[in-house]
Structures are given as C-alpha cells and as structure tokens.
C-alpha cells in the first residue's frame, strides 16, 4: 500500500474520536480526523453566537487531577488549559431544598445527616456502601489499561484487587432504588431528589431504575478530578487538536463524511474535500449514524441495531442559552445550578434543569458586566418520534416557557436582568452536532445485567470501529475519552 493510506481514519472530533486519534498517534500511527464542523469538542463544545460563548450543553467534566486522563494530558502534553477548582461545585435546589455539592465528600453527609428527620446511621451505612463501590470502579477511568482489551498483565493487576470487587457483586443487575429500600432510605426526600436528579444528568434515567454499581460510580463524579475548564470545554477539544497535530496527526475540520466504503485491505472515506483511504475506520457517533455513513439498511448490523434501538430509547435535549447581567455582590466564579420544580414527578421536560454559568475569568465567552448561560432539560426521544412535526413547535414553545419559569422560581437571581435568549432543541442539536434526533448522553444504564455485554472497544465490522457515549464504558467526556484511549489500544494490537 502506498503512502496515501492511513492507518486510521477518524471520524469526527468529539472527545472519543479526540481522545482516539491522539493516542493512536502517540503509538506511531498515520491517523487522519475528519470532523463536520469547523471547531472540535461534538457534543461538549464551546460554539459562538453573535459575539457570545456558550457551552453547548450545561455539564461538569471530571478527570482532571493529575493521575486522571485529561490531567495527565494537560501535563504530558503541554496544553493550554486552565481548569478551576469550584466549591461549592454545584448546587442543588429544590422547593425547601438548598444543597450546595463541596469538594468534601464527608461534608456533603454531614449536611443530609443534618436534616429534619434525616437517619443519620442508614445514611453512613449506605454511603460507606458507595463509597467501596465507587473506590473499586474509579481506578478503572484513572488508568485506561485496566478495561478491555486486556493484557496478561492488567489480568494480574486485576486479580491483585480481586477483593475491591466484592461489594458490587450483590448489587449487579438491581437498580439503585433496591439499595435504598435495603437501607431503609426510600422515603428520605432530600436524598432521593438529589440522587434522582444526579442519575438524569450522568446514568440517563431516575435511582429508581439506574443499574446499582453505574449509580454508585455517577455518586462519585464531583470527587474525582472535577472542575471548570477556563473559557469553555472547547478549550480542552481544541489544545487536543493542537497536541494531535504535534504528535503527526492530520486534522481535517469543517470536513464532513459522506461515506465508508470497504475496500480490499481497508476502507474509502468520503468526505467533503475529498477521499481518504485507510486500514482501519474510527467512527464517533451514533450507531444511526453509522449505519448512514455505510449506507446499509436496519437488520445488515444486529449489533448496531441493538444499539441504536437502545440510545432512541433515550434523550434529546432542550437547551436556553441565556445572556445575563449577574446578581449584585455575585463572586465571579462560574456556577452550576441543578433546579428541580417538583420532586414527585419526573425528572425531564423542564421539571429539572441543570444550569452552567460562566465566570469572569472566561474571557471572551461575554462581554463585560455579562455572563453567559446555557440550561438544559432532558426530553424523550420516542415521544418526539411519534409527535406530528407539527406539533413539535407548540411543544418547545410550551416546553421552552417552563424552563424560564423554573429559573425564575428556583434561580431568580439569574434572571433579573436577561440580555438575550435563545432557544434550543434536540433538532437544533442535531443540526450543530449531526447526531441524528438530537440523541445526548447515550444509553440510559437501567437496572438489568445487560449493561455488562459489551464491555470493551465495539468493532462493527472488521477494522470499523465505533467509539464514543453510545458505548462502553458510556456516559460523560472522561468516559468516552478512555473508551477511545481502549479503542486505539485495540487498533494499535491489530496492526
């Protein structure tokens, strides 16, 4: 074969396709990444509108402390990122409800502890539960070579923790509402908002169905390396590019592909400035997408059916993006806000809204005296699906003006003095990001052993690879940066 192939084709620049690319190019390869848009980051982006920067979705990102993945790129790498360490590093509102999230884990059960009613010794019982859980599942993120594919070696170090593993056994398969039952904590209300509300935003469904350990791990998500990105994640995708590059990588922006076509020894990509031919195909996006990019009707893939069925199963997203003059005497820090109307019903469709407020040390993303903000609520995409297009409009605009109501009743401060709006749906999503409905956050890991079929790198066929928060290990940017670090771990022993 001749120098015009690759050895890897990457297809888009979310963080899974980010964080394959760059690995695949610290292990010597010819990789090339090819992204539709004309900035990286996919569905955690930092994108701009009329001289604005909003983040395109309102989230956290973990990972950042120096043994983590992204921590250790910002040092090995060299990047050009700032990540500042909030505290509190979000707070929780509910009707009679104010729960700010500090770094101190101890802390955050001394406040329930404190609570009217509260039962304090189920309480330490079953957060010591989690934390046992979520201690022998975290060091699997923090060191990528302890998931598949796996070596002699990991198999060793993996048998060396054997014991860590011995508190999920009796929770594998069983929702996390089943652990609160066994502790007698189904009824304490503070913690079933703030556990209902913490499983929407990183698992995709309530604690009533989230499969128990995935829970416990999600429990732990604002203690393990998570901060705010100065300026916006894109921040973060676009230093990824830089170090991409620097390591011999291609980067190919506002270069969308139109095709993946095999051919003897690998495959043709086809591609809005042309065609590029490689080994092997990484593709990050939905499995619908790839089963587009292949040209290949349902039932040609069963494994890519049965994934795709699973994430249309799941959520879109209706988005606010707000500009604001912030609140008088307000410090300055970015926030994040978790607003809940009302607790007893469901968590989605503007009764629960997570809200990312930038800082005045984001420079650029406002312009003095403002702030931006991006809201987000989740929103069933089987219900879109069956909604008659017309339909959908009324629906947003209801959907929409219910958002802003939460704001106002549960953040009011924000919303005093508001300099512009606009509006978001999962159709605008999929128009930014091209994944297809709108679909955000991957699959909701509902109670069920399912969750533990596929638990590695996820070939469709040979040498075509998908990657990203349709697949193990799932949800969040750190996450589907280490499955793609896997990935071109797999890729890297099939050359």
Not at 146 to 167: F, K, M, Q
Not at 296 to 304: E, I, Q, S
């Amino acid at each position: 074969m001749s120098d015009t192939w690759y050895d890897v084709v990457v297809v888009g620049a979310g963080f899974g396709g980010l964080a394959t690319a760059l690995e695949l190019c610290r292990r010597g390869a010819r990789v090339a990444l090819c992204e539709a848009l004309n900035y990286p980051g996919g569905c955690a982006s930092t994108f701009r509108r009329g001289g604005y920067g909003f983040e395109s979705g309102a989230t956290l990102f973990s990972g950042f402390e120096a043994h983590q993945l992204f921590g250790r790129w910002i040092r090995e790498h060299s990047l050009d990122v700032t990540v500042d360490w909030l505290d509190p590093l979000v707070e929780m509102r509910a009707p009679g409800l104010r729960l700010p999230v500090h770094r101190d884990r101890a802390r955050l059960i001394e406040d329930f502890s404190a609570m009217p009613g509260a039962p304090v010794e189920a309480l330490r019982r079953f957060f010591q539960l989690q934390a046992r859980v979520a201690d022998a599942l975290w060091p699997l993120f923090d060191d990528p070579d302890l998931l598949p594919p796996l070596s002699v070696t990991s198999l060793l170090r993996h048998a060396g923790r054997a014991w860590t593993y011995a508190p999920l056994t009796r929770w594998l398969g069983r929702p996390l509402g089943a652990v609160l039952a066994h502790h007698g904590l189904e009824h304490f209300t503070p913690l079933r908002v703030y556990l209902d509300a913490l499983c929407q935003i990183t698992v995709q469904c309530s604690a009533a169905e989230a499969e128990a350990p995935f829970a416990f791990a999600a429990m732990d998500y604002y203690w393990r390396g998570t901060g705010h990105v100065r300026g916006g994640i894109g921040r973060l995708a676009t230093a990824l590019v830089k170090a991409i590059q620097a390591r011999g990588g291609q980067v190919l922006l506002a270069n969308q592909v139109r095709a993946v076509t095999p051919v003897d020894g690998g495959w043709r990509v086809t591609a809005r400035r042309g065609e590029l031919l490689a080994r092997h195909v990484v593709a990050n996006v939905l499995p619908q997408g790839l089963r587009s990019l292949l040209d290949v009707p349902v039932g040609r893939l069963p494994r890519v059916d049965a994934l795709a069925e699973r994430v249309a199963g799941g959520w879109g997203a209706a988005m606010l993006y707000l500009v604001v003059r912030p609140p008088e005497g307000d410090s300055g820090s970015a926030h994040h806000l978790e607003l809940v109307r009302k607790p007893g019903s469901a968590f989605t469709e503007g009764n629960h809204l997570f809200a990312s407020v930038s800082g005045v040390a984001d420079e650029g993303r406002a312009r003095p005296g403002q702030r931006t903000v991006t809201v987000s609520t989740h929103v069933p995409l089987k219900k879109l699906a069956a909604m008659a297009p017309e339909a959908q409009a009324p629906y947003f605009t209801d959907l929409h003006a219910r958002m802003r109501e939460g704001l106002e009743a549960l953040a009011p401060e924000w919303m005093g003095s508001v300099v512009h709006v606009m509006t978001g749906s999962p159709r605008t999503f999929q128009r930014f990001t091209l994944r297809e409905g709108g679909a955000v956050g991957g699959v909701p890991r509902r109670a069920g052993l399912g969750n533990y079929r596929l638990l590695g790198p996820f070939q469709a066929q040979r040498g075509l690879w998908l990657v990203g928060d349709s697949v193990f290990p799932g949800q969040s940017t750190l996450a589907t940066a280490v499955g793609g670090v896997r990935t071109a771990a797999s890729i890297a022993s099939a050359r």
